[in-house]
C-alpha cells in the first residue's frame, strides 16, 4: 500500500513539473511574440548597422514602439558588453520608469532584478557585478561623474526621454559631449519622442536622427465649449460618461499631482460603490512619481473582462511609460511645474498649462490599440492661445544650487560656459554661486574647497549636506540626519482617511515639538520608531504608514554611509555628558548653518511673516507643526516656500536671532537683522 502511495506521490511531483515547464515555456513564447510585436523589431538590423557605424544617434519614435525595452536588449545580445567588461546604461528622468522598465526587462531576459538587468535611483541601488543593462534616473549618472568623470564603465549610453529636458538630463548632454570626443569606442544614443529631435541632432554636430516608424490610430478630439471651473469634478463627470455610454477601453486621466489623483481616486470609488452592480466594475490604478513601487506595477496588469480600468496619471504617462489598452484619454490641460525665481529667491510649484506639444502626446495616448478619443476639460481657443508650443526646459526655471556644486566638484569651474543646449541665466547662476559661496563651498579667491568637496557627496540639496557638516562638528550628526531622513518623504508619513481625521490630527499632536517645530517633530517620530524597534504596530497605532519610515530607514542607513565616508563624528562620544537641551540646540543651530536663506520674520500683529532678504509676505503652511501657533514665533526658518493658495512656507523650526549672527553675519547685515532697519 505504501508503495503505491509514494508512486501516486512522485507521479503528482513529476505533473506539477511539466505543468511549471510548460507555463514557463507559455510565459516566454508570450514575451517572443510581444517583443517581435514592436515597431522597433522589424528595424533592428537597419538600427544596429546604424549604431555600428555611428558614435552618437538620435532615435526617434512613438511612445510604445519599444525604445526602452528593446534597444538596449539589442546592444546586449550583440555584445556591447563584452561579456561583462563593459555596461549598457539607460537614463530616465523619472524614478518609476526606471525601476518599472528594469522589471520589465528583467523579466524579458529572464533574470531577476538586480542580475543581468538592474537599476539605480537615489536611496535604491539594484545592481550587482553581474548587471549589463543598467536603468537609471539621470540624476544618479550625473553623481557616477564624480567618481568615473569618462564613464569608463559604460560601451553605450542611452539618454531616454531627451524631450522632457530635465535639469540633470541637460548637463548630462554637455558632459557627453567631452566624453565622446576622449572615448571614440563610446556610443551615446539620444532618444526622444518626435519633438525637438533637429535641436538634438545639431548640438551633436549634426547627429543622424532615426525615426522609428509607429503604428498609432486616428484620436478624435473633444474640447469643452466653456472653460472648466474645476477640472477634476470635470473629469469625475467624463469617467462616468466615458464608463456608461463608450464602447469597450481603458480610460487615462491626466492630472497634475499626487493629493488631486489620490482625492479623485477616493472620489471615483466612493461614487461607484454607490452605484453599486448598476454599472460595470472600475479598477481604479493611480500613478505619480512617489507611488511605492509595489502599486506602480499594478496599472500594467491586464483589465479583466467585464471591468474597466481608470488610470489616473500626472505626465508621467505622457512618454515614460506605456500602458496598453487605453482607448479614452481625458487631459486636465495642466502640469505642476517647478519654478526658481533668482530675484526673489523664490521656489514654487505652480500648476499651469501644459504646453501644446504635452497636449498632443497625451492624446496620442489613446491610439495605441485602435481609434481612440480624447477629451480635453480646456476650450479649444485655450488650446490655441494659453498654451505654449513646447514646455521650457528645466535649466531655465529651476534653481541651479546642486548643478554648480556638481560641475565644480567635476573641475567644471567656468560653469558661465559650459556647453549648455539652453544656457540658464546669468542671474540664476550667479543667484547658485553666492549661495553655495555662502555655506562655504569656494573662498574668496573662488576655489572650490573641502567643505563643497564634502557637500557635493550627499546626494541631496547642498543647504542640507551644510547642515549635515556643521552637525559633525556639534556632536549631532546622529540626530541630524534622522531629520534630513524625514525631510526626503515628509509626503506620506501619516495615513490619510476622512472617516479617521481627528484620530490621525491627535496622533500628530502628540509628536509635535513647540520649541523644535517641523524638524524636531520629524525627530519624534523617527526616535519613537527606532524605539518600537521599528514596529509595524507602533506605526498602526499612531497612524503613521510603516513603508514611509521603512524607506526613511534605508535612506538614513544610505546617508550614515556617506558621513562615515567622510569622517563625520556619528556617535557622540561623550553623549553621556551631554544633556539632551544642549543636543537640541546644537541640532537647530547645526540646521539655522545650512538654511539662513530663508528666514522669516512675523509681521507685526499678524499671522502672515516676511521673508528676511527679500522682505515677501509669507505664511506658514498648514501641515506645518508651527500652524496656528499661539503666541506664533517670532523668527523662524523654513526648507521651502511652495506657492499655491499662497505663499506657503513648509517644513518651519523657530531660531533665535541671535543664531543668525552666529551663523549668518557674513550674510545679513545688521540692519536687516533689527525690526525696521534700512538696507545698507
Ligand atoms: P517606448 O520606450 O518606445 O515608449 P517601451 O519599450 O517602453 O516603448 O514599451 C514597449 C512595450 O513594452 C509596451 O507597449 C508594453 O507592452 C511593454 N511594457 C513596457 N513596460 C512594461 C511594464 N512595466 N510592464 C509590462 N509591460 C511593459
Ligand atoms: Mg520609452
Known sequence: LDSNKDEKQLNREQEVLEEKVKEEEKRIKTIEQTRKSLPVYKKRTELMQLIKENQVMIIVGETG?????????????????????????????????????????????????????????????????????????????????????????????????????????????????????????????????????????????????????????????????????????????????????????????????????????????????????????????????????????????????????????????????????????????????????????????????????????????????????????????????????????????????????????????????????????????????????SLGAFNENGEFTKIGRQMSEFPVDPMLSKCLLTSGEMNCCSEVLSIISMLQETNSLFYRSKEKQQQIQASREKFISKTGGDHLTYLNIWNEFVDSGYSRQWCHDNFVQFKTLNRVKNIRTQLERICAKQSLLLENPQSSNISRDKTILHVMKSIVSGYFWNVARLNRGGDSYKSLKKNQQVWIHPSSAMFKLKPPVKFLIYNELVLTSKEFMRNCMPISERWLSEYASHYYTDDELNEGGKKK
Open 65 to 437: 514602439s519599444g525604445k526602452t525595452t528593446q534597444i538596449p536588449q539589442y546592444l546586449y545580445e550583440d555584445g556591447y558588453t563584452q561579456n561583462g567588461r563593459y555596461k549598457i546604461g539607460c537614463t530616465q528622468p523619472r524614478r518609476v520608469a526606471a525601476t518599472s522598465v528594469a522589471t520589465r526587462v528583467a523579466d524579458e531576459v529572464g533574470t531577476k532584478v538586480g542580475d543581468t538587468v538592474g537599476y539605480t535611483i537615489r536611496f535604491d541601488d539594484k545592481t550587482s557585478e553581474k548587471t549589463e543593462i543598467k536603468y537609471m534616473t539621470d540624476g544618479m549618472l550625473l553623481r557616477e561623474f564624480l567618481n568615473d568623470f569618462e564613464l569608463s564603465a559604460y560601451s553605450v549610453m542611452m539618454i531616454d526621454e531627451a524631450h522632457e529636458r530635465t535639469l540633470s538630463t541637460d548637463v548630462l548632454l554637455g558632459l557627453l559631449k567631452v566624453i565622446i570626443k576622449t572615448r571614440p569606442d563610446f556610443k551615446l544614443l539620444i532618444c526622444s519622442a518626435t519633438m525637438n529631435a533637429v535641436k538634438f541632432s545639431e548640438f551633436f554636430e549634426d547627429a543622424p536622427i532615426y525615426n522609428i516608424p509607429g503604428r498609432t490610430y486616428e484620436v478624435e478630439l473633444y474640447y469643452t465649449p466653456q472653460p472648466e471651473a474645476n477640472y477634476v469634478h470635470a473629469a469625475i463627470t467624463s469617467v462616468f460618461q466615458i464608463h456608461l455610454s463608450q464602447g469597450p477601453g481603458d480610460i487615462l486621466v491626466f492630472l497634475t499631482g499626487q493629493e488631486e489623483i489620490e482625492n479623485m481616486a477616493e472620489n471615483l470609488a466612493e461614487t461607484s460603490n454607490k452605484l453599486g452592480n448598476k454599472i460595470k466594475e472600475l479598477l481604479i490604478c493611480p500613478i505619480y512619481a512617489n507611488l511605492p513601487s509595489e502599486l506602480q506595477q499594478r496599472i500594467f496588469e491586464p483589465t479583466p473582462k467585464n471591468a474597466r480600468k481608470v488610470v489616473l496619471a500626472t505626465n508621467i504617462a505622457e512618454t515614460s511609460l506605456t500602458i496598453d489598452g487605453i482607448v479614452y484619454v481625458i487631459d486636465s490641460g495642466f502640469v505642476k511645474e517647478n519654478k526658481f525665481n533668482p530675484s526673489t529667491g523664490m521656489e514654487s510649484l505652480e500648476i499651469q498649462p501644459c504646453s501644446k506639444a504635452s497636449a498632443n502626446q497625451r492624446a496620442g495616448r489613446a491610439g495605441r490599440v485602435g481609434p481612440g478619443k480624447c477629451f480635453r476639460l480646456f476650450t479649444k481657443t485655450a488650446f490655441e492661445t494659453e498654451m505654449p508650443d513646447n514646455p521650457t526646459p528645466e535649466i531655465l526655471r529651476v534653481n541651479l544650487n546642486g548643478v554648480v556644486l556638481l560641475l565644480f566638484s567635476l573641475g567644471i569651474t567656468d560653469i558661465w560656459n559650459f556647453d549648455y543646449m539652453d544656457a540658464p541665466s546669468s542671474d540664476n547662476l550667479a543667484k547658485s554661486l553666492s549661495l553655495l559661496y
